[in-house]
């Protein structure tokens, strides 16, 4: 059974960094294309960056752009969000999720989500 696990979140100081991951079992994750989402109280799912399969092609959303890097490591069928710059309005529950091949920014279009990691940024 597929299954999504990240982890690496936690409370950070503004201005500092945070790497998250995301470990993926039961599919053939070389396959996928992988987005990182956060969900705040209130507020829509946010696309923050999206990779392709082939680790190639990578989209980012502008509250993130310059600060944020998606990266992916077939071999560990693992998935890295590095946060740098931190800022309060990135406090959020990130999510990473997967769809076949190519990136996508709807939420609606992955099939498979993780539970989520808590990332606070406050002083």
């Known amino acids: 059974q597929v299954q999504l696990v990240e982890s690496g979140g936690g409370l950070v100081q503004p201005g500092g960094s945070l790497r998250l991951s995301c470990a993926a079992s039961?599919?053939?994750?070389?396959?996928?294309?992988v987005g990182w989402f956060r969900q705040a109280p209130g507020k829509e799912r946010e696309c923050l960056a999206t990779?392709?399969?082939?680790?190639?092609?990578?989209i980012y959303a502008d509250s993130v752009k310059g600060r944020f890097t998606i990266s992916r490591d077939n071999a560990k069928t693992t998935v890295y969000l590095q946060m740098n710059s931190l800022k309060p309005e990135d406090t959020a529950v990130y999510l990473c999720?997967?769809?076949?091949?190519?990136?996508?920014?709807?939420?609606?279009?992955?099939?498979?989500w993780g539970q989520g990691t808590q990332v606070t940024v406050s002083s």
């Open positions: 999720a997967v769809r076949p091949f190519h990136v996508s920014r709807r939420a609606a279009e992955y099939n498979y």
């Open positions: 039961g599919l053939t994750f070389s396959t996928y294309a």
């Open positions: 990779i392709d399969w082939t680790g190639s092609s990578t």
